[in-house]
């Protein structure tokens, strides 16, 4: 089994939104997935009872899925939940503004060499202004320095396709959406976190 932590020191980022959308298209490439509610807002857990409630039940309650993914509620400092310390990757996602970057730099820098390893900054809710272009140049720049973690190219802002996907989904999400450019988007990005964990 791989585990997929979800995690970062800020709110708000999309840290359920990317666990849902992971754990979605995993499951439509037919991997068994499980998912793992680790924030006590329950916004995972909550989604999974809604889409339940709709007759789509993806998860595998077995121990042993191909991919376990772990939503959390953000960490404080580098006091990791086990989970995370134990993931073979971990997700970051990020608003590539400066007020979200300082927190998301100090945190990287905060954690141990052998975690900066694994970690995989997302950049979410992309707009590709000239300010969030200058904070993908800041976390290039520091993952340079660091000689560790792997940015993404990021998921744009779309606020009418990604935020349903927390909806109650009665099939998989991918089986539902008609925007292929949507698909590209999500799996220019995913297929490299599934080259990483297992090779190409
Ligand atoms: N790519 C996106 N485009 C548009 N809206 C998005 C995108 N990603 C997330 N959102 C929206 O941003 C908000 C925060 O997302 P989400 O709840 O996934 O963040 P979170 O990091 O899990 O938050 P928390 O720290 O409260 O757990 C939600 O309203 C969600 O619908
Ligand atoms: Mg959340």
């Known amino acids: 089994m791989k585990t997929?932590?979800?995690?970062?020191?800020k709110g708000g980022v999309g840290k359920s939104t990317?666990?849902?959308?992971?754990?979605?298209?995993?499951?439509?490439?037919n991997y068994s997935v499980n998912l793992l509610d680790a924030d006590p807002n329950r916004t995972i857990y909550t989604w999974l009872?809604?889409?339940?409630?709709a007759g789509y039940d993806f998860c595998v309650a077995e121990k042993d899925t191909d991919i376990l993914i772990?939503?959390?509620?953000?960490?404080?400092?580098?006091?990791?939940?086990?989970?995370?310390?134990?993931?073979?990757?971990?997700?970051v996602?990020?608003?590539?503004?400066?007020?979200?970057?300082?927190?998301?730099?100090?945190?990287?820098?905060?954690?141990?060499e052998s975690l900066q390893k694994k970690v995989v900054f997302l950049p979410n809710r992309r707009e590709g202004t000239v300010e969030q272009k200058e904070?993908?140049?800041?976390?290039?720049?520091?993952?340079?320095?660091?000689?560790?973690?792997?940015l993404l190219k990021g998921i744009n802002n779309r606020?009418?396709?990604?935020?349903?996907?927390?909806?109650?989904?009665?099939?998989?999400y991918f089986a539902s959406i008609k925007d292929t450019k949507v698909i590209?988007?999500?799996s220019s990005n995913f297929t490299i976190l599934k080259e990483i964990l297992y090779g190409k």
């Open 159 to 172: 606020p009418a396709i990604y935020p349903p996907i927390l909806n109650a989904l009665s099939v998989n």
């Open 135 to 150: 904070g993908i140049l800041q976390v290039t720049k520091i993952l340079k320095a660091e000689g560790a973690g792997f």
């Open 4 to 9: 997929i932590a979800i995690t970062g020191d």
């Open 18 to 29: 990317i666990s849902a959308l992971l754990a979605q298209w995993f499951a439509f490439q």
């Open 93 to 112: 996602p990020f608003q590539p503004h400066v007020a979200d970057l300082e927190i998301v730099i100090g945190w990287f820098l905060s954690i141990k």
């Open 184 to 186: 590209e988007e999500i």
């Open 70 to 91: 772990v939503d959390t509620a953000g960490t404080s400092g580098s006091s990791l939940i086990q989970h995370v310390k134990d993931a073979d990757l971990i997700i």
């Open 49 to 53: 009872e809604k889409c339940k409630g």
